[in-house]
Nanobody, 121 residues
């Protein structure tokens, strides 16, 4: 599976942004999909994940603001980000895997290249 994340950019605090992650291959629907983010000098941080069956989970830091969804017909997973804050600034990565430890990076076998989100105050 090859993943291509896009949709990042520079926005102001309070704005919204939608990230997309397009996957290659015909087995996309069998994978759990996750979004992580990383800032310089810090470990990659879990943001949100959605199972192959559509059950989603979010990190506490983004609950009520971010929503993950998937469209298996388009081999794409989305991250809708609302009410963005400066602390959401990071490179966002999408990932695909089959393990159920969804908030852990080790659950994922494939990673996209990342897309930068910058939120100004």
């Amino acid at each position: 599976v090859q993943l291509q994340a896009y949709g990042g950019g520079l926005v102001q605090a309070g704005d919204s942004l939608r990230l997309s992650c397009a996957a290659s291959g015909r087995t996309f629907s069998r994978y759990h999909m996750g979004w992580f983010r990383q800032t310089p000098g810090k470990e990659r941080e879990f943001v949100a994940a959605i199972t192959w069956s559509g059950v989603s989970t979010n990190a506490d830091s983004v609950k009520g603001r971010f929503t993950i969804s998937r469209d298996d017909s388009k081999n794409t997973v989305y991250l809708q980000m609302n009410s963005l804050k400066p602390e959401d600034t990071a490179v966002y990565y999408c990932a695909a895997g089959t393990r159920y430890t969804l908030s852990m990076t080790r659950a994922y076998d494939y990673w996209g290249q990342g897309t930068l989100v910058t939120v100004s105050s």
